[in-house]
């Protein structure tokens, strides 16, 4: 069985049935409204949801537990509200906090179920909400709108009823997508009384998440009609450049393949979460075995001495033996030294996460400006996890692109533009100032930017070639123009590298104005000329190019191609030979830069040799046998001996600070994985645009098999270059696997390729290695690679791989992404980071962090989660410490009562020790502290390596601590014990009393943590010396207050220690007790300290050193050089994945015609 299922398998098996217009027949069958619902809780399940989940946590159940025994009298040797009042606080505390948080879900929801729409109820239209939408029902859409539901495409505004769709939020694709509707539905137009009318059925497939697949059959006049994805309108699409359409609501709210898709809250925990909950089980059977001792102990005492003695200490009446002493003192003690987890413990680290969650929001370095938006830690239980990411999932469009495309530089016959240079022929960078001004042109883009004038002086003095390269541009494409507004042109296009080329011609003087399925209009240089459109030579994956034949307005038949250099070459006439070794030099440079290009060429057709192929042509589209076949041979019969116009250069514009960001990303040994949408060579060339892949690697594998076996051969394949050994039945994991079988609990240990590798993975070679059990195969391969590409994922596929590495990984993952279909990614992984982009605010909402730019990252990894981290681990291993010391005394004290359960310390001190005296400081440097600023951590990023490997605070540190604690309270019981044994104050009084010797140790104890948290402290501040010595001076301060003559005479029971401060805290005995105490516990400390970096080195102890060398002699500012490296590869020109809109706009199907103008401009003469 595969890890991953379908979800929801049983839910609703059988086929969907519903009736337009008919709300009663189709509320029948319990289908729910268009609701949507992102939030946990409710107002009647909140408090016992809540309660259980924050009773989760094992230290919650254990304090409720340990309040059920305070309330037994016989065995309660504190109040019980000494438990309640802490418990009832962290309670509150985390309850507040996570209403607020599912609060804002719910204004999210609200603000998403209270949007307009237009509803048809009773003929006529009708605004609501769209909750109130329900299945059957038929609603209006107009232009730019939001689809509300899923919907059946009845009609629209255009010819054929065809609507145009952008699905950014379902795959994070800008480029257009066409639907069309059935004829006997387009027919209704906007006609209302038929729209009214209109009673069809649909049966069709049960609710689901796959987003490329609809199946389904509409009933309409007794006759039947074929539904299938082409003519759905999905929930998240935008209706773009469509006037208005209707649709026939299929699915509703959670039934949507948008929500299908969009995952489970799951309730998110740290590591060290899931460690606590693990370390209060060790405590809790360490606390059990003290108790056990401490009972039998007082059962022993009791036998041999209490028995004997109970006519001065006799015994209760429900006590009748020994045996029974024993077992109430082992519940009594369970009381007592139940400060091994003290409840504040889980206050504090609550008060420590929302401090470092507000350093994130106030960070002014991870403000956007552009608009005005800051970083927002949205949830404040992740914090220390960001110190701890191995692995990073990103989408691509809209997270490390702009998804801007920019026309950045062009090779036209052999010579290039794009660079600016100076008079000496030096490149210059070039700023805004210099950017050419196009107002001379009223058809130009104003949003166009270039620089480099001699391509303009080249146009205007008329070029040949030049104009030649850009009308080809403005003909050979199959963008959509739109012109609402004089003059305005807004181009739809399938891809953005498409619609910047034809921009580029544009404001170059080539303007594409206009098509109809005969013609296509163009503006060259001010005057309007008509091109009859004869015929469009499509592209594909196989090809990798698409050509336009045209007959000019001088009745000149031409061809004008465009496709990958690899494929033009092969394609080019003799004499362009030389033309095409420079030009491919040029984009060996282009290619370094991590520019996309193409090449641009075009042939002149004899008019008898083209009527002879367009019959070919025609025979070949008629043809039902290997269509595909015939099409392609026919093609290849009329793209040949091209002449070279030259090429282009397209920069995917990256977002700022992308490369930088995967290099210091790299640095820190983080594994980047792209999981996108896009087609595979867009997701490949902005892998080596961002610095995941690299020219040096020594490979990158590409998995794209059809069937299991494929797959497997092809992830072996690559396993076999990477590390051989692994396919060895010698292998550990191998021979692991062969002895016990596959086991899904079954965790890879990190594995170390022979070298620097990729991996490239399709969305549908995915699915199937994932049904196919191939989930441990794939893992091993793609764990070993440096970066990974996911192309063409759906999103819950997203989610799905996050999960695989959670399963089988034991490492700490982080999504990232800006889209919707981002968010069931963002929900799996451990993080969820959004960015606040172009594709609606989704992600941001499901996030646990956001913010505006990708290169912001490295600042909240680096800094805020490594801090973070370093300050939790500092945190948790002094607080264990320090109330470990506290508590153990009491063990130490019992063989010295009698084993009666009676405390060391006064109640007061008890009370105050956690809340009052040592509250502070901890606080103070769990918020302030910094091992290194933040200069140096982005500068040695590989400071970040110890939490990847939770070096600071894990099992074995924990036990440290233990240790250290137990040794700690040894001394201070025993040398204040020792001090005051048989002594004498300076008047000659006897100081060995019960009150005395409390309040030594309790001074010895606040010196000895005092000074142990000092030596924690690596960042001294205001704050850190008023708040560790503050602290020590409160201490003092309360002590003389408690134990003053007028509060002991005004509450006797209440303050019992009269006097004893005034008596002990002057007397040689208390300074040598804490001297002795201190220095015997220190010592250790400051050995251990000196000792471990030399004896116990671990890889981030040298860059320390460095950083201390760097401080003290500073090395001067080193020169970047750009070091221009070679490339083997070419950054190719991505076209649409899927095929283009050829076959739909000489179909006559997009647009009303317009009749061609007759304008006669000579065209320019052949090269000879």
């Known amino acids: 069985m595969s890890l991953f299922e379908e979800e929801d398998k049983d839910k609703q098996n059988k086929e969907r049935y519903l009736q337009a217009n008919n709300r009663g027949l189709n509320y029948n069958f319990g289908y729910p409204n268009n609701t949507i619902k992102t939030s946990k809780y409710s107002v009647v399940n909140f408090l016992p949801l809540n309660l259980f989940e924050q009773f989760q946590r094992l230290a919650n159940a254990y304090f409720l537990i340990l309040l059920f025994l305070q309330l037994i009298p016989q065995i309660s040797s504190l109040a019980w509200y000494t438990t309640v009042i802490p418990l009832v606080v962290v309670l509150s505390v985390t309850a507040v906090k996570d209403a607020i948080d599912d609060l804002k879900r719910h204004q999210n929801d609200n603000q998403v179920n209270n949007r307009s729409v237009l509803l048809l109820m009773n003929g006529r239209m009708k605004e609501d909400k769209w909750m109130n939408v329900q299945v059957g029902d038929i609603i209006k859409l107009e232009n730019n709108q939001p689809v509300t539901a899923d919907m059946l495409l009845l009609s629209s505004s255009e010819p054929y009823s065809l609507t145009y769709v952008e699905t950014a939020d379902l795959d994070g694709e800008t480029n257009l997508k066409v639907k069309q509707a059935i004829s006997i539905t387009s027919e209704m137009e906007d006609n209302l009384e038929l729209l009214s009318a209109f009673d069809g059925e649909v049966k069709c497939e049960p609710p689901n998440n796959k987003l490329d697949k609809f199946a389904g059959i509409l009933t309409f006049k007794g006759k039947n009609y074929v539904l299938d994805h082409d003519k759905l309108l999905l929930r998240g699409c935008i209706i773009r450049n469509t006037d208005w359409c209707y649709g026939l609501v299929i699915y509703t709210g959670p039934d949507t393949k948008l929500m299908q898709n969009s995952g489970k809250y799951t309730l998110k925990r740290t590591q060290i979460d899931h460690l606590m909950n693990v370390l209060v089980l060790w405590i809790f059977l360490f606390l059990g075995i003290m108790c056990f001792i401490l009972a039998i102990g007082h059962w022993i005492w009791e036998s041999q001495k209490g028995y004997y003695f109970q006519i001065f200490l006799p015994w209760e009446k429900y006590v009748s033996s020994s045996v029974i002493s024993g077992t109430l003192i082992f519940w009594s003690y369970f009381i007592i030294l139940n400060t091994m987890v003290p409840i504040s413990l889980y206050v504090s680290i609550e008060i420590i996460r929302l401090g470092n969650s507000f350093y994130i929001n106030w960070d002014r370095k991870m403000f956007y400006a552009p608009r005005n938006t800051p970083a927002q830690a949205r949830t404040t239980t992740l914090n220390e996890e960001l110190g701890q990411v191995q692995y990073v999932f990103s989408d691509k469009t809209g997270t490390l692109t702009q998804n801007v495309m920019i026309f950045s530089k062009c090779s036209i016959n052999g010579k290039l533009y794009g660079d600016v240079y100076d008079k000496n022929g030096q490149k210059v960078t070039v700023s805004e100032k210099d950017m050419i001004d196009f107002s001379y042109n009223k058809l130009a883009d104003p949003k166009f930017s270039f620089y480099d004038k001699t391509l303009v002086e080249a146009v205007k003095e008329g070029d040949h070639w030049v104009h030649l390269f850009f009308l080809s541009l403005s003909l050979c494409h199959t963008v959509m123009s739109e012109e609402k507004l004089e003059g305005v042109l807004v181009y739809q296009a399938q891809s953005p590298d498409e619609g910047a080329l034809v921009t580029a011609a544009r404001n170059f003087g080539f303007v594409f104005r206009s098509r109809t399925f005969e013609t296509i209009t163009v503006v060259e240089m001010g005057q309007t000329r008509v091109y009859q459109l004869l015929s469009i030579l499509d592209f594909n994956n196989v090809r990798k190019r698409m050509s336009v034949i045209v007959r000019t307005p001088e009745d000149r038949v031409m061809l004008f191609c465009k496709g990958a250099d690899t494929i033009i070459c092969e394609l080019l006439h003799p004499s362009c030979y030389s033309l095409s070794d420079v030009t491919m030099e040029q984009l060996d440079d282009y290619a370094t830069e991590g520019l996309r290009t193409l090449m641009v060429a075009y042939r002149e057709l004899d008019d008898a040799f083209f009527q002879t192929w367009s019959k070919k042509h025609s025979e070949a589209c008629l043809t039902l046998e290997n269509r595909e076949d015939r099409l392609s041979d026919v093609y290849e019969e009329i793209e040949k001996d091209l002449m070279l116009l030259g090429a282009t250069a397209i920069e995917d514009k990256l977002q700022d ?88 609990s079954f965790r890879i240990p990190e594995e170390e390729a022979n070298g620097s590798y990729g991996l490239v993975i399709s969305g549908y070679s995915l699915a199937c290695a994932l049904e196919g059990n191939l989930e441990l195969e794939l893992m091993r391969t793609a764990c070993m690679c440096k970066g990974v590409i996911c192309c063409r994922m759906t999103p819950l596929q997203k989610a799905q791989v996050v999960e695989l590495v959670k399963t089988y990984k034991n490492v700490v993952t982080l999504a990232i992404g800006d889209g919707a279909n981002d968010v069931s990614m963002i929900k799996a992984a451990h993080i969820g980071v959004g960015i606040s982009g172009h594709e609606g605010m989704q992600a941001m909402l499901n996030s646990d962090f956001s913010f505006s730019q990708f290169q912001y990252l490295q600042r909240l990894l680096l800094v805020h989660g490594r801090w973070s981290y370093n300050r939790m681990c500092k945190f948790l291993s002094y607080f264990f410490y320090k109330n470990f010391t506290f508590t153990l005394v009491h063990f130490w004290y019992a063989f010295f009562n009698g084993f009666s359960a009676q405390t060391v310390y006064d109640t007061w001190f008890i009370t105050c020790y956690n809340l009052v005296y040592t509250s502070l400081p901890v606080l103070g440097m769990s918020l302030f502290d910094q091992d290194v600023n933040e200069t140096w951590s982005l500068r040695f990023p590989e400071l970040y390596e110890p939490g ?221």
């Not at 299991?708 to 051969?713: A, D, K, L, P, V």
């Not at 401080?1111 to 083997?1128: A, G, I």
């Open 657 to 744: 600070g992308v490369p930088e960001t995967i290099i210091m990303l790299n640095k820190t040994k983080i594994k980047m994985w792209v999981l996108t949408g896009d087609k595979q060579e867009t997701a490949v060339n902005i892998a080596y645009s961002c610095n995941i892949f690299e020219d040096e690697m020594d490979g990158v594998f590409t998995v794209e098999g059809k069937d299991t076996e494929i797959i497997q051969e092809e992830l072996r394949t690559a396993r076999s270059k990477m590390k051989p050994e692994t396919l060895l039945d010698s292998d550990p994991i191998n021979m692991y696997l062969t002895n016990t079988g596959p086991r899904i």
């Open 948 to 1168: 990847q490997h939770n070096f600071y605070f894990n099992k074995r540190e924990f036990m440290k601590c233990l240790l250290h604690g137990i040794y700690n309270s040894f001394v201070l019981f025993f040398i204040p014990m020792g001090t005051i044994y048989d002594s004498e104050r300076i008047d000659g009084k006897d100081i060995s009393d019960y009150q005395s010797f409390s309040l030594i140790v309790e001074t010895s104890l606040i010196w000895v943590v005092t000074l142990q948290i000092s030596l924690k402290t690596t960042y001294w501040t205001l704050i850190s010396h008023f708040f560790i010595w503050g602290s020590l001076g409160f201490y003092f301060c309360i002590v003389v207050l408690l134990y003053s003559d007028g509060l002991c005479l005004l509450f006797p029971d209440i303050f019992e220690f009269l006097g004893v401060a005034r008596n002990i805290l002057l007397q040689p005995q208390m300074c040598l007790s804490i001297i002795l105490s201190v220095v015997l516990c220190i010592l250790p400390v400051l050995g251990y300290q000196f000792l471990k970096p030399l004896i116990w080195p671990i890889s981030v102890d040298k860059v320390f050193e460095r950083i201390h060398q760097f401080r003290r002699h500073p090395e001067p500012p080193r020169l970047r050089t750009k070091v221009k490296h070679p490339s083997s590869r070419r950054s190719a020109y991505a076209f649409s994945h899927k095929q283009g809109f050829g076959a739909l706009i000489t179909s006559g199907k997009t647009m009303k015609f317009k009749g061609p103008k007759k304008v006669s401009i000579p065209f320019k003469k052949e090269r000879p």
